[in-house]
Nanobody, 122 residues
Framework: QVQLVESGGGLVQAGGSLRLACAVSGVTFSDYCMGWFRQAPGKEREFVAA????????YYGDSVKGRFTISRDNAKNTAYLQMNSLRPEDTAVYYC???????????????WGQGSQVTVSL
């Protein structure tokens, strides 16, 4: 059974930082590309970042470029999203996703986590 479990969300002031983690089990992690998406209340799910199998290639949504960094540790079966210079508009539920293809910003990932709430206050 494939499981993706996010952690690290919470409440932070504007300008602050958070790091999300996504622990993956039930598959060979290094065979999967990872993505992060977010969804704010009343809005559609938005692509945030993606990383390929080895971590050499990354891809970001325009709204987070230069502020967020996606990474992975294949030895720990975990993907990360480092979020710096957070803004109130970054408030959302953040989801990690996995697929054996490098689908980048496509929503067609095979597996999804349950989500982690990130709230950025003024």
């Amino acid at each position: 059974q494939v499981q993706l479990v996010e952690s690290g969300g919470g409440l932070v002031q504007a300008g602050g930082s958070l790091r999300l983690a996504c622990a993956v089990s039930g598959v060979t992690f290094s065979d999967y590309c990872m993505g992060w998406f977010r969804q704010a209340p009343g809005k559609e799910r938005e692509f945030v970042a993606a990383i390929n199998w080895s971590g050499i290639s990354t891809y970001y949504g325009d709204s987070v470029k230069g502020r967020f960094t996606i990474s992975r540790d294949n030895a720990k079966n975990t993907a990360y999203l480092q979020m710096n210079s957070l803004r109130p508009e970054d408030t959302a539920v953040y989801y990690c996703a996995a697929d054996d293809r490098y689908v980048r910003d496509s929503p067609e990932y095979n597996y999804w986590g349950q989500g982690s709430q990130v709230t950025v206050s003024l």
